[in-house]
């Protein structure tokens, strides 16, 4: 065999094709009807003033034989890494110094890449439901066994759900790579300084890796949800983390992210820090500069004011569309530190015939649980990113059908 | 062992950080001299007027809620995939179908992660010298045995040099994946339509596949050299072809790459154009929509006549370089077809003696050979992306120091 087998062995991912799929069928039929997005992930606000002043600025620059910015640092540039560091993490009282700090184009990349750093007989976990890009990602680098239609056999599966208010449970196997999202993707669920002091205690006694994705941290209010894993007293010695742009100034589009691997991680001798700087030097020629200085612009004083703004518009429909849930009966999680809002299907329908219903009876769009994970089976996600016009339609729509379905 | 191992195997590259080292230690001790870099391989030109255009129109839009784009398609716009297909292939007379090219953000990513696509096991030969990111990205997924200090065992080398005419030789051994580079670097030599036919051949006689380097193809003059593997028939059976805007037009910073995978390239019954959509849309979210409008800039009519002006000024530096060489007895390749020129150390000096005389006596900055592989040994690379102006004095430097060393 000359080919990689492992990709073969994962099955071909339906979720989002499927879900077009349904919503074009349906507008063909119904041409005239005013369907409502509320499945996708993505944003939708444009980028902020001060983020497209520095995108112009550095344009400029790269116009002119004095400024022209060629190669970059393949780690990033200082001025950004700097910026990261204190604006992310010196802000909230922890120390992580530039050279902690690497530079990607998305938490995609750099939580599907940092999985080259281990060995190839690495035991993976993940919470279930979960970010899709974990699993595959490890997939195809022959992780995880085989996939029996619905489990893959060599990995490990934390179910969250109700019954545990969604909080992973600690796994009941030695594993040596943990992957965990706070505030997550999809159940818009966080973990509170115990939950963290617990995986990080976990991970110091048995010498696992925690991958801790911080991708919604900016949709966390209030003090009480750590928005960093280093908050946590020896995490430093024990977790990677991934931060992104993406969702808290809208480079969906942009492609800017960071990833910290603290210094004092170190196993089997080897410096995490030193293999992923020579993983990326390797592979990764650095974000584009003119990106750099449109996220080092997202922690000016006109940026931070204009992206909080935006992240105050979509929490805002998030809390719409959960008290809408709640007041028809259906309980719900997520929406408050989360542009996610998850719940279990009314009347214990399954994802997709939950999905049909709500296509059909309020021409609401919306993702079916189960593409998350076996325990996503049965709920469902809907998503803020969507104008406030839109979500309030949404969710008098939904004021009305639920109650017939409840 | 929980980390991957095959890192700790890989040995430090000191090349370019030890020729900083020397460049400061001379620079210290003799502040007035004027050092003349001809070293990097990165360009110096600003970009493009028509692409600066692009890209402020393209930041304008993604200020308004209207023409925001937020994620892309993986595998690149379409309007990108068009302007490739019809500017790179339909151009020169070759059929490649849009859906057959991806965009990436580099191809140094690329050429790093092509190599997923295929087996732990699968046998891997490269010429020597070669572009490091070929052998040190699978020796990081364990395919090249172990390093004894020159060569890793597991990897088939292919030497170039004076001998052999800078002909790669077929390989002694059975290998699976092939790298091939035309113009290539560091050698700036370039491969006939006889010898990409001979290699066609070859992996259709043996079932390898190519991986084929365009990076430089935009500093081809004339009709002679191939411009793609794809002129010769049969190739979209066997080979991969990876191309680039950073040299073309000066993308380095922006970051803007293809990937051509045939849809006819199919190994043990696998489709590796469908594995490595599976693999982007996994692991990659896509390259920032302004620069892809940026790189399709490129082909509009200002901007190719304003690249082609960038390429012929370097091309012109590159000649003055050869020219020189040859004029004080030191044969020379690239040059030509290349921003690149190779030359044999006058004298048989090694690659860093001659290092230290350029740089003491000339003050100019050169590439030692051995770098870039075994073979590179005794050889010296001078690259033409700098002013013209500072290449001229590097020249009358070069014409008087080399007679005194030849």
């Known amino acids: 065999m000359i080919i990689n087998t492992h990709f073969g062995e994962i099955p071909q991912s339906y979720l989002f094709s499927e879900v077009a799929e349904r919503v074009r069928r349906f507008e063909q039929q119904q041409p005239d009807a005013r369907v409502l997005r509320l499945g996708i992930g993505d944003v939708t606000r444009p980028l902020a003033p001060a983020v497209i002043g520095a995108l112009h600025a550095a344009v400029d620059e790269q116009a002119t034989t004095e400024g022209f910015q ?30 902690e700090i690497f530079i990607g184009d998305g938490s995609k990349s750099d939580s599907a890449n940092i999985q080259e750093l281990f060995s190839e007989t690495a035991r993976v976990a993940v919470t279930d439901p979960v970010y899709p890009v974990y699993v595959d990602s490890n997939a195809m680098a022959g992780r995880l066994g085989s996939f029996d239609g619905e489990r893959w056999t060599g990995l490990t599966y ?36 115990a939950d963290l002091e617990e995986w990080v205690q976990y991970a110091r006694r048995t010498g696992a890796v925690i991958l801790f994705d911080v991708a919604y941290r900016a949709f966390i209010t209030g003090d009480d949800v750590p928005r960093s894993i280093y908050e ?7 977790a990677i983390e991934l931060g992104s742009f993406s969702k808290t100034a809208g480079f969906t589009g942009l492609r800017c992210s960071w990833t910290v691997v603290p210094k004092n991680l170190t196993r089997d001798g080897a410096s995490l820090n030193a293999m992923w700087l020579r993983r990326q030097s390797t592979k990764f020629n650095g974000t584009p500069y003119i990106v750099q200085r449109a996220a080092e612009a997202v922690y000016s004083a006109d940026g931070r004011e204009q992206v909080q703004a935006d992240v105050d518009y979509y929490l805002q429909n998030a809390r719409l569309i959960r ?17 996610y809002v998850w719940f279990r299907c009314p009347s214990g329908m399954d994802s997709w015939a ?53």
Chains 1, 2 share one sequence.
């Not at 008290?323 to 542009?339: M, R």
């Open 354 to 406: 939950f999905f049909d219903v709500l296509l059909e009876q309020a021409q609401i769009v919306g993702t079916p649980g189960v593409g998350f994970g076996p325990t996503g089976a049965g709920h469902f996600r809907l998503s803020a990113f969507n104008t406030a016009e839109a979500t309030r339609e949404a969710a008098e729509r939904l004021a009305k059908l639920l109650p017939t379905l409840v």
């Open 70 to 99: 060629g190669y970059g640092p393949e780690a990033g540039y200082e001025f950004l890494r700097e910026a990261i560091a204190a604006g992310e993490y010196g802000s909230i009282g922890v120390d992580v110094a530039p050279d």
């Open 323 to 339: 008290a809408t849930l709640e007041q028809a009966g259906v309980s719900a999680v997520g929406g408050e530190h989360s542009p």
């Open 158 to 193: 934390l179910p969250c759900d109700d019954a545990n208010g969604y909080r992973p449970p600690l796994p009941a196997e030695p594993v040596e790579l943990i992957y965990l999202c706070s505030p997550g993707n999809p159940t818009g669920t966080t973990m509170s300084r």
């Open 232 to 238: 946590i007293e020896g995490a430093d010695e024990v």
